[in-house]
């Protein structure tokens, strides 16, 4: 089950069966039949959007609580879900498929195949033009709405890519930038136009789990099991700053400032640390 909480901790409303109750059954409420994987708001925040084990993906009313739309299209786990707009979105498996849906509509409106492993993250960009996914099988690829097959295959980790992330549209250089995290330890800085890897981030000692561009799009935060988070310059790759931890980083983000950044760790802290000290 999901839980909406208000900022001062009070809990708004709890999204899915109660315990106890049989899914499926009429007398239990809608909601997922396993784990949820991911959640994510839309941006006028009131539709939370989830993707489940249980295969599938739901749009709920965040407020009422309620099941706007179920969509059952994949044939195992759902593994991550993003919103392309108020009402139109992109799940992914490990069914090695990624399906664009929209409310209203019963089936995929795009289904994107290609990957030869299970894919595990979907990102648009900030436009929601372009879908970039990121795979098992070491590559990243970036999609269109106007054609089944990928625009780049982004090659050249030698293990697993866990999450990516797109840039803010001003960033250093001036061109949208797509970041890779991979079990293979490090993380790429992408340029989208000619789909050539611009920089190498070499300094972790474990696989990268997280990765985040500051708000102006100068640098780029990486945490990993290895109790480390880079800060990086997206100009020129460089390391520009490290904080070290008591336990692995498994999620970073910046605050709107780009002056703060959280960390999430297995030490079950987050912790907040000023970039300007």
Request: with cysteine.
């Amino acid at each position: 089950r999901a839980r909406v909480w208000t900022a001062r901790g009070d809990l708004v409303a709890t999204l899915g069966p109660t315990p106890g109750s049989t899914p499926g059954t009429p007398t239990a409420p809608t909601g997922h039949e396993g784990p949820i994987f991911a959640l994510k708001w839309n941006a006028n925040s009131t539709l939370l959007l989830s993707g489940s084990v249980d295969k599938s993906a739901i749009v709920w009313d965040a407020v009422a609580g309620t099941v706007r739309r179920h969509f059952r299209l994949h044939k195992a786990p759902t593994l991550d879900v993003d919103w392309r707009d108020e009402t139109s979105f992109a799940t992914c498996s490990t069914d090695k498929m990624i399906h664009v849906c929209r409310l209203g509509e019963s089936a995929a409106v795009r289904t994107f195949q290609g990957h030869t492993d299970e894919v595990n993250c979907v990102k648009w960009d900030p436009r929601g033009n372009l879908l970039a996914s990121c795979s098992d099988d070491c590559t990243a690829r970036v999609w269109s709405m106007a054609s089944d097959k990928p625009l780049h295959v982004l090659s050249g980790h030698s293990k697993e890519i866990y999450t990516i992330k797109w840039s803010p549209e001003s960033n250093s250089r001036g061109t949208p930038l797509l970041a890779s995290a991979s079990l293979d330890k490090t993380v790429r800085l992408w340029e989208l136009e000619s789909g050539t890897c611009l920089q190498t981030l070499s300094g972790h000692t474990e696989p990268v789990y997280s990765v985040a561009f500051s708000p102006n799009g100068e640098l780029i935060a990486s945490g990993s099991p290895d109790k480390s988070l880079h800060v990086w310059s997206v100009r020129d790759g460089s390391l520009v700053k490290t904080f070290k931890g008591s336990g692995g980083i498994y999620e970073v983000c910046w605050n709107k400032a780009g002056t703060k950044l959280a960390a999430c760790f297995s030490t079950h802290s987050l912790v907040i640390m000023d970039t300007r000290m």
